[in-house]
């Protein structure tokens, strides 16, 4: 009963198809699905980049150009440990008693003044224990842990005299 | 025709870059894009700022790495590499990147008529990891010392700084 019922409906929709449409339409129709299809992946659209400083883009919205202490300092979107201002050292000077590591994670920033992005090598200073002071945990760009390459969880303090890791620099190399 | 139209291109492209040094504290700060960009976010924090490498963990680019190109393996091995293969760039980028290394740390070391690696080789190498990457590296490099191309003490990598617990001071 319930099968006669769909096989009419079926039926009857199927008819209804043919009625309306010719075969020439539907290949047209098909056609322009398939070629269109094939089309849209040659579409300029930058799948790396835009997205990545839509999120630069939201930290630099909050971020500010005057206090370096401060998590929300502009070149501390990709920041992750104690700021070495803190620590008795500078953006681009390790404190006393510390080595700078040779190897840094590179990130970008943008510096809401003039609106530029720029390149930010996040370089280590090692060989003291933690500084502990104005810890900040900034993600930008950040990949996770199985990419250790392009994550700033670890310690980057290789090649470094000590793995002992003690606070975090920012060091401008570039713009973006 | 085409394939060697498009070398050429690439080429002239790379030889454009190489003059431009990459980095150097204290210069005013240089624009980034493309390759360069990719060659900065993705490798620049171990082979160095200036392509001087890690000592004791990842080989120096700079008069270095256009070593590789003297040999028969050594095109393969460039782009087999942990760093290269396994890079998050798809291929296109990753090709440009490399290009882009060996025009600008390549310097005077690069084999005459080493042609640019293709988009389409590096796609099916990076596919085919480097099973023994020290043992073939150690080869080339005895090879290449063999040629008097490299000194002997020099395996491009060096050694860590004698582990110290703190700086002093």
């Given amino acids: 009963m319930i099968l006669d019922a769909f096989d009419r409906m079926m039926e009857s929709a199927a008819r209804q198809l043919a009625q309306r449409s010719s075969r020439r339409s539907i290949l047209a129709r098909l056609g322009t699905v398939l070629a269109g299809g094939a089309v849209l992946p040659l579409l300029p659209v930058d799948k790396s980049g835009r997205a990545k400083l839509a999120h630069a883009n939201e930290f630099a919205k909050t971020a500010q150009t005057k206090d370096p202490t401060q998590c929300n300092y502009w070149r501390h979107c990709s920041s992750d440990g104690y700021l070495c201002e803190c620590c008795g050292g500078t953006m681009n000077k390790c404190p006393p008693g510390s080595y700078a590591s040779p190897t840094s994670w590179i990130g970008t920033c943008i510096n809401p003044d003039d609106g530029q992005a720029y390149l930010i090598a996040y370089q280590d200073c090692c060989g003291k224990d933690s500084c502990g002071l104005c810890p900040c945990l900034g993600t930008e760009g950040e990949m996770p842990s199985y990419r250790p390459e392009l994550n700033n969880d670890i310690v980057w303090c290789f090649g470094a005299p000590s793995m002992v890791y003690h606070c975090s620099s920012q060091v401008l190399i570039g713009k973006a | ?161 004698e582990p110290r617990a703190a700086a002093g001071g």
């Fill in chain 2, 1 to 161: 025709m085409r394939a060697a139209l498009r070398a050429a291109v690439l080429l002239l492209a790379a030889v454009g870059v190489a003059r431009a040094a990459d980095y150097a504290p204290g210069r005013p700060l240089e624009s980034h894009d493309g390759a360069r960009l990719d060659y900065a976010l993705k490798c620049k924090g171990c082979h160095g700022l200036w392509g001087q490498g890690t000592p004791g963990h990842v080989p120096r680019l700079d008069g270095f790495v256009g070593l590789f190109t003297h040999l028969p393996e050594g095109r393969d091995y460039l782009m087999r590499v942990p760093g290269v293969a396994r890079s998050v760039l798809d291929d296109g980028r990753l090709t440009a990147v490399l290009n882009w290394v060996l025009a600008t740390y390549g310097r005077d070391k690069v084999a005459t008529g080493f042609a640019p690696f293709t988009v389409e080789e590096v796609a099916a190498a990076r596919l085919r990891p480097l099973e023994d990457r020290k043992g073939l590296r150690d080869r080339m490099l005895a090879e290449l010392r063999r040629k008097g191309l490299l000194a002997p003490d020099d395996d491009g990598i060096g050694r860590s700084p």
